[in-house]
């Protein structure tokens, strides 16, 4: 059985069918905003070469902040708390050190009269450079700017005159280039829905004055995207079983890409552990950390596996938070964290 059908049975089971027939489904728990008693911690962390303990000290733990979702992604930190994502529930939530998770927005990605299941909600999120909360709208099928009123100013909603798939993640270049990915997921039917209006799925370029360009076509499910430190290789995750990737794409001076470069192959990985190549972001020194199969993967710059932070479930992405040392990761049904002895920028 796929994520896209589990998900679609989780969430008429956690929201009953009748929620089906209003436009905003309900929360996918109590627990989901509410603050834990008790801080638990859950996983593992496989150490499989000396270089890790540089980047992750012995004894780190990762923590379990709130659960309850049924697919969480997206984690972006804000200055003084974290916002993530909720997928299939449409929703974006808030978490804040002592306070818990709050709903901050819904609807978050399908703004549509019609009521869908799927996963419609917003899923990457990240800010611009004026701290601006930006989403990927999946059931919108574009890429927006969230305004101090409340409403979205769409960035990207076409290439060519035809709809994206379902934006998925995203990442600014510090000239203010967006770059993000299009896989279909957020399409009901995915790759054979009737309403998918793109041939292929992929890497896409968005200039400050509006200007779209595709950049990457070559990845059969691109997803995860971040840049290096000096921002001269963009990272690119496969989230398909059949080539579970990361590629690494040379950037030129014009922001154009270069051929892609395979970083790492977990495709066999991706047989006997849970969770596919999703979204990553590198360290100050070029070390990404990367979810995919067993949870969060990370590798150095030359794409050497040093470990993994084995959550045991399938694990959707991470950002880094707080003074830049503490990397928050979105794990299936919960929202996690976990103390590093590296950091990564803020965005």
Same mark, same amino acid.
């Given at each position: 059985?796929?994520?896209?059908?589990?998900?679609?049975?989780?969430?008429?089971?956690?929201?009953?069918?009748?929620?089906?027939?209003?436009?905003?489904? *309900?929360?996918?728990?109590?627990?989901?905003?509410?603050?834990?008693?008790t801080?638990? %911690?859950?996983?593992t962390?496989?150490?499989? +070469?000396?270089?890790?303990?540089? @980047?992750?000290?012995?004894?780190?733990?990762? &923590?379990?902040?709130?659960?309850? /979702?049924?697919?969480?992604?997206?984690?972006?930190?804000?200055?003084?708390?974290?916002?993530?994502?909720?997928?299939?529930?449409?929703?974006?939530? *808030?978490? &804040?050190?002592?306070?818990?998770?709050?709903?901050?927005?819904?609807p978050s990605?399908? %703004?549509?009269?019609?009521?869908?299941?799927?996963?419609?909600g917003?899923?990457? @999120?990240?800010? +611009?450079?004026?701290?601006?909360?930006?989403?990927?709208?999946?059931?919108?099928?574009?890429?927006?700017?969230?305004?101090?009123?409340?409403?979205?100013?769409?960035?990207?909603?076409?290439?060519?005159?035809?709809?994206?798939?379902?934006?998925?993640?995203?990442?600014?270049?510090?000239?203010?280039?967006?770059?993000?990915?299009? =896989?279909?997921?957020?399409?009901?039917?995915?790759?054979?829905?009737?309403? *998918?209006?793109?041939?292929?799925? $992929?890497?896409?370029?968005?200039?400050? +004055?509006? %200007?779209? %360009?595709?950049?990457?076509?070559?990845?059969?499910? =691109?997803?995860?995207?971040? /840049?290096? =430190?000096?921002?001269?290789?963009l990272?690119?995750a496969?989230?398909?079983p059949?080539?579970?990737?990361?590629n690494?794409?040379?950037?030129?001076?014009?922001?154009?890409?270069?051929?892609?470069?395979?970083? /790492?192959?977990a495709?066999?990985?991706?047989?006997?552990?849970?969770?596919?190549? +999703? $979204? @990553?972001?590198?360290?100050?020194?070029?070390?990404? /950390?990367?979810?995919?199969?067993?949870?969060?993967?990370?590798?150095?710059?030359?794409? *050497?596996?040093?470990?993994t932070?084995?959550?045991?479930?399938?694990?959707?992405?991470?950002a880094?938070?707080?003074? $830049?040392?503490?990397?928050?990761?979105?794990v299936?049904?919960?929202?996690?964290?976990?103390?590093?002895?590296?950091?990564?920028?803020?965005?």
């Amino acid at each position: 059985m796929n994520r896209h059908l589990l998900l679609l049975l989780a969430t008429l089971a956690l929201t009953g069918c009748a929620d089906l027939k209003t436009s905003a489904p *309900k929360p996918a728990s109590a627990a989901a905003a509410a603050v834990l008693r008790t801080i638990e %911690t859950v996983g593992t962390i496989d150490r499989l +070469d000396p270089a890790l303990d540089a @980047l992750i000290p012995p004894g780190a733990k990762l &923590e379990k902040l709130a659960e309850g /979702f049924i697919w969480s992604e997206g984690p972006v930190w804000m200055g003084s708390h974290l916002l993530f994502t909720d997928v299939p529930t449409n929703a974006i939530f *808030k978490w &804040e050190e002592g306070q818990g998770v709050t709903q901050f927005l819904r609807p978050s990605g399908y %703004t549509g009269s019609t009521p869908r299941a799927g996963e419609p909600g917003a899923n990457g @999120l990240t800010r +611009d450079l004026q701290g601006r909360l930006v989403l990927c709208q999946h059931g919108d099928r574009m890429v927006s700017r969230l305004e101090s009123n409340g409403k979205t100013t769409p960035l990207a909603e076409f290439y060519r005159g035809r709809r994206f798939n379902s934006p998925n993640d995203l990442v600014f270049k510090s000239n203010g280039d967006l770059y993000f990915t299009d =896989p279909p997921y957020g399409l009901l039917g995915n790759m054979a829905d009737p309403l *998918k209006e793109l041939p292929f799925q $992929g890497v896409y370029r968005v200039k400050p +004055d509006g %200007t779209v %360009t595709l950049v990457a076509e070559d990845l059969s499910r =691109p997803n995860g995207i971040a /840049f290096s =430190p000096d921002e001269k290789t963009l990272y690119v995750a496969n989230s398909d079983p059949q080539r579970a990737i990361w590629n690494s794409y040379p950037v030129k001076p014009d922001g154009t890409l270069g051929e892609g470069r395979l970083l /790492f192959d977990a495709t066999e990985l991706a047989k006997t552990m849970k969770g596919l190549p +999703d $979204g @990553l972001k590198a360290d100050l020194s070029g070390n990404l /950390f990367a979810t995919g199969p067993g949870g969060v993967l990370i590798f150095s710059p030359a794409g *050497k596996h040093l470990g993994t932070i084995n959550t045991g479930q399938p694990t959707a992405n991470c950002a880094w938070g707080n003074d $830049g040392s503490t990397l928050y990761v979105t794990v299936n049904h919960w929202l996690c964290r976990i103390k590093t002895t590296t950091r990564g920028r803020l965005p």
